[in-house]
């Protein structure tokens, strides 16, 4: 079906150099010198070549090479990635790439190479800068790894995020926030707080099931969320979407994409590729479909998706939705403010602290405006 233009490109990289315990990615840990990662590479390549050539590339505003750890490729196979990026849609400046990374796998040669082939943002997934914390994590780095890869980025890039997280057995609340505050010190423009979630068939949910190990506390993990803000708005940070937090300017543009409905084109394995146009909305995994939506709900999720944002939504976006759901959107937003959950200012709805903390029931209610 005829769709409008891909703003936004996800690159997944399934390969880490160890699978961690709470991880339930599309991710296997495999060797650094495996074929597996050599033969993945040159069919991503030749698919970028493909939708290049099928006209796919020509209106992207962002790419994104995610995972598993892109820095696990090693220089050779990212070289070949970016470099079939560059002939395909002109890696310039003015489109934000942002490349993950782990401080195991990222070098201060490897910054200099992907800086110079177009990277312009780093995402390093440092998780906590408490080595007991990492690991109870099972990460492949420790403490001093993290800030050697934070500094390592910063010789060549400006915009350098940093994920943390909360809620993690041992962790203590005084632990949480010294990482928090060491990411504010070491320079970070971009800070992202998660809080862990127990998935099944992972080891810790073997774990939690066995009784060796606590259910993350979700009062603790509210406590932790909150301090968090307080330290990154404190530092000059500005809470722009619910799990992230970025100096002026350096948002991340590629995740901006996700929540305001942009169409994105995922390539590589169980990457997710969604498509649109005025009437439709599908979601399309390894060749099938996994979301199906039509007008109405694509008025509905676009005010969930959009209430992650601090931003909110405009009336006029409220009234357009109403106008194709019906007269119960107003009321869905009436009862949302009742509960404390949203808030309206400056002919915007936005979402409050308590709708953050409560995500589940603030997205769900708008969700069930078209279910």
């Known amino acids: 079906m005829p769709h409008d233009p891909y703003k936004a490109l996800y690159l997944h990289i399934p390969f880490c150099v160890r699978r961690c315990g709470y991880c339930d990615f599309a991710t296997s840990a495999v060797e650094r010198d495996s074929p ?11 698919d970028i070549r493909r939708t290049s050539r099928e006209g796919e590339l020509g209106a992207l ?12 490729l090693g220089m050779s196979r990212l070289s070949s990635l970016l470099y079939a990026l560059s002939l395909s849609m002109h890696l310039t400046p003015e489109v934000e790439c942002t490349m993950e990374a782990n401080p195991e796998s990222l070098t201060e040669p490897m910054v200099r190479d992907i800086w110079a082939l177009g990277v312009n943002r780093l995402s390093i997934g440092v998780q906590s800068f408490d080595d007991e914390v990492l690991a109870v994590l099972g990460r492949a780095h420790d403490a001093d790894g993290a800030r050697r890869a934070v500094a390592a980025a910063q010789t060549r890039f400006e915009n350098v995020s940093v994920d943390l997280m909360c809620g993690i057995p041992g962790q203590s609340a005084e632990s949480f926030r010294r990482s928090v505050e060491e990411a ?20 810790f949910d073997r774990a939690v ?8 506390d979700d009062d603790a993990e509210a406590e932790a969320m909150e301090a968090a803000r307080e330290v990154l708005e404190g530092a000059g940070f500005c809470r722009y979407e619910v799990a992230s937090y970025a100096r002026p300017g350096f948002e991340s ?10 169409p994105y084109l995922g390539l590589g394995r169980f ?3 969604m498509t649109q146009n005025a009437e439709r909305r599908m979601r399309v995994q ?28 405009e009336d006029a976006q409220v009234e357009r939705a109403r106008g194709v759901i019906g007269p119960e959107v107003a009321g869905a937003f009436e009862e949302l403010a009742a509960l404390g959950l ?20 603030l997205y769900g209610r708008l969700l069930d405006l078209a279910p």
């Open 36 to 46: 597996v990662m050599d033969e993945y590479v040159e069919s991503l390549v030749m």
């Open 61 to 72: 505003e962002t790419v994104y090479l995610g995972g598993g750890t892109p820095s696990y």
């Open 184 to 203: 504010v010190a070491l320079g970070a423009t971009h800070v992202s707080v998660y809080p862990l979630t127990i998935e099944p068939g992972t080891p």
């Open 209 to 216: 099931l066995r009784g060796e190990m606590p259910e993350p």
């Open 253 to 262: 543009r590629h995740n901006t994409a996700y929540w305001t409905g942009a």
């Open 271 to 273: 990457a997710v590729t």
């Open 286 to 313: 390894d060749g099938q479909v996994i979301d199906d939506l039509d007008a109405r709900q694509m008025a509905a999720e676009d005010l969930m998706l959009a209430m992650r944002m601090a931003r909110g939504v």
């Open 342 to 361: 949203v808030a309206h200012e400056n002919g915007r709805w936005r979402p409050t602290d308590l709708g953050w903390l409560c995500g589940n029931e």
